[in-house]
Every structure is written in structure tokens, then in C-alpha cells.
């Protein structure tokens, strides 16, 4: 998700960590969850204590927010087949490999982009095919870069039920 478009756009996300403009927070990670090739997603797989505190400080550069980090083991890392180490460990080496086009690392500026194109940046940055990213914009902003991997973790093309952007041009904000 993009930290400066949620926290412009969302009244609760105002007074979270990742809004907090000592942080500078340009992209970062919403989760990873398995899914179904229908677009839908198992959920809540086992009850589990929660994230240890050790694990969420150290996903907090990229995953910032308690509640967050754990929601996401809760509802999709259980169904993941990963133990929490191995779950958050993954996200971890993911977001790592990830290779942002420098214009969307932490911009200066707010601007206007085609989102096929910020999609196309992408995947040039990755060597991974088009369709492999899609781009979230709810409102015309820039919201989430959607990444779609094979159970392997490999780039593949998104489903058809991974809603696209519709927009012409959508804004990216400049992280504050």
C-alpha cells in the first residue's frame, strides 16, 4: 500500500504509525495471503497467539502498525502452510527483492501517471511480466501496487478477478 495516499485518504489511518511524517514511509506492505484463482481467499485458518513482539518490531520498517502485522497472520498467514518466522520472513525477503522504479520510491512531488505505465515500470524493474502487478485506485490515486506470485513465489500473471485500475491518469503523492 502506498503510505501517503492512505494516510491523505483515510480518517483512521491519520494517527497510525506509517502517517507518522518523521518516517518518511513511501511504499510499504499490506500482507500476503494464498488465493484461490477465483479471486477469493481462505481466511482464518487456525487460532493462533498472537505475533511475537520481537517478530512485529522487526516488520515494523516495512509493515508498520501492530494491529496490522497482526491481522494479517490472524486472517492470512495461517493459511499460508508457514510458521510465523517463516510467514513474515517471506514478506520480508519479497518486499526486500522488490525493485521500486525510482520514481515511486519516496517522491518529492505528487504527480499524475497512467497506472499500465507505473504497472509496466514494475515489471521492467523486476524482469517480470506485465501482468504480474496491478495497480490499486480507488478515488484516482495511487493506492497499492497489487503483486501476484505463484505458490513458489515466483511473478506470474494476476487473475482475471484481481480488479484493475480503470483511471486514465491517477495521482501519486509525494511522501511527506
Known sequence: MGAPEFCATNPNGRNSAECDPKKHMGLVVHGLWPQYDNGRWPQDCASTPPVASATVDH?????????????????HG????L?????FGEIEKLYNGLQVPDNFKKPSSSSEAVPAD????FAAANNAPKAAFRISCPQNDFS???????????????????????????????VP
Not at 83 to 87: A, F, H, K
Open 59 to 75: 516488520m515494523m520498517p516495512i509493515m508498520p502498525g501492530t494491529q496490522l502485522i497482526q491481522h494479517e497472520w490472524a486472517k
Open 83 to 87: 510458521s510465523t518466522q517463516d510467514y
Open 144 to 174: 497499492a501496487v497489487e503483486i501476484c506470485l505463484s505458490k513458489n513465489l515466483q511473478y506470474q500473471a494476476c487473475p482475471n478477478t484481481l480488479k484493475e485500475c480503470r483511471a486514465n491518469k491517477i495521482e501519486v503523492r509525494r
Open 118 to 121: 507505473i504497472e509496466q515500470k
Open 78 to 81: 495461517t493459511c499460508s502452510g
